[in-house]
């Protein structure tokens, strides 16, 4: 209940995003993953912020993902910070994977060491599944 | 709640207003409906976002000023309209796909005119005795608007993202033309000649909305002017970010021309 307050405020400060800057068509939004490990690299700068993320995939193997997330402005509108995700953070993400099958995907929703979780901003579309236990969310739940 | 925070200051003020003390009828009637909030309808100035936008929980009440009609395609001539509906139907089978075709934006280069006006992100209007200046948040673009100037032969016109603009002033509508686009800088992919002309009446509607009428001619490629119009939305005491596209981990094919991710680190 507490998260979903939390997503409620973000969804709240979005605002100022007219439009996409491209299509997102090269991430599979229709199955969505969920991803817990810990950052490697967290680089705030246009057009995109990127997380790198070690964390294993549905095989249980480890993988350096590259998130891509909108930009800082874009998420500073949202209630991000330019400094609240830090190297050595473990974090939890969902994210829409790359189509090609490459540990490459755009994010959805994080959470925050601190248990705070934020969204990606209006174009990036909302998580459909949750960030706490991977499990879909009913069709036009609040995530 | 969604709504609280993004309230528009038009709304606000009404709100106070409705909680002002009436004692006449005049007054009583005008509490039940009150009037709009007074505005300079010369006065651009201010930070403003695209209206309505297209996300939800924008912040943004929708039904505030009507929503402008969606932009008609370009009405090219019959000898580029059959590339141009050919290279749309590339771009929505590549994104059916899950292939999207890298544009401008995968190389970082920014909108120019007139898409800079579809505001993107929230922009900026700053207004002086010489010019008026508009600043896109996005990729930082400025287009400056000289005055009562002459704008130059379409020939001597050095070619430009954002062109040669002039405004004047017809009554309250603020009337801008442009010309000097270059021929790789495109809206809605349309391709366009160096006589391209972009016209614009902007006029200030409420408080807290302004309207861009555009219209853009093109005696070469269009078989008449292609109209639309935007509106923007007044973002009280935003302050602009700046945007330097500094490395897009997106790139484009070299044989496929798709968009593809990096995966390395930061360069």
């Known amino acids: 209940m507490r998260y979903r307050v939390l997503w409620a405020l973000v969804l709240s400060a979005v605002s100022g995003i007219a439009a996409a800057h491209h299509s997102f068509a090269m991430f599979d939004s229709d199955h969505q993953i969920r991803l817990t490990g810990k950052v490697e690299e967290f680089t705030w700068q246009n057009p995109h912020i990127y997380i790198h993320l070690q964390a294993k995939n549905a095989k249980g193997k480890l993988a350096d993902w590259v998130i891509e997330c909108a930009n800082p402005g874009i998420l500073n509108r949202a209630g991000w910070k330019f400094n609240m995700i830090k190297k050595g953070d473990q974090l939890t993400v969902v994210v829409a994977p790359l189509r090609t099958g490459e540990p490459g995907a755009l994010l959805k929703q994080v959470k925050l060491a601190d248990g705070r979780i934020f969204g990606n901003g209006g174009p990036a579309g909302p998580p459909n599944i949750s960030i706490e236990d991977g499990k879909p969310l009913a069709a036009g739940a609040k995530p | ?267």
């Open chain 2, 1 to 267: 709640m969604k709504a609280g925070v993004a309230l528009p200051l038009g709304l606000a003020l009404l709100t106070l207003g409705a909680c002002t003390p009436k004692t006449d009828q005049a007054a009583a009637s005008a509490a039940a409906k009150p009037a709009a909030a007074a505005f300079d309808a010369k006065d651009f100035s201010g930070t403003w976002e695209r209206y309505p936008q297209s996300t939800e929980n924008s912040g943004q009440d929708p039904t505030v000023v009507p929503r402008p009609e969606p932009i008609p395609p370009p009405p090219l001539k019959p000898e580029f309209k059959t590339a141009w509906e050919a290279e749309q139907k590339k771009i929505d089978a590549a994104n059916k796909a899950g292939e999207p075709i890298a544009t401008g934006y995968t190389h970082c280069i920014p909108d120019g005119m007139p898409a800079m006006m579809m505001a993107m992100f929230p922009m900026e209007v700053l207004q002086t005795q010489r010019q008026t200046t508009i600043i896109q948040e996005a990729y930082n673009q400025v287009r400056r608007i000289y005055l009562n100037d002459t704008l130059p032969a379409v020939e001597d016109a050095e070619p430009g993202f954002w062109g040669h603009s002039t405004g004047k002033w017809e009554g309250n509508d603020f009337v801008v033309e442009t010309i000097g686009i270059k021929d790789n800088v495109r809206f809605r992919n349309a391709p366009h000649s160096a006589a391209m002309r972009i016209h614009e009446r902007m006029r200030v509607i409420d408080a807290n909305h302004f309207e861009d009428d555009v219209t853009v001619e093109d005696p070469d490629y269009l078989t008449g002017p292609w109209k639309w119009k935007w509106v923007y939305q007044r973002r009280p005491n935003y302050k602009m970010y700046e945007y330097v596209c500094e490395d897009n981990r997106e790139y484009a094919d070299p044989v496929t021309g798709k968009a593809r991710m990096r995966m390395d680190k930061k360069k």
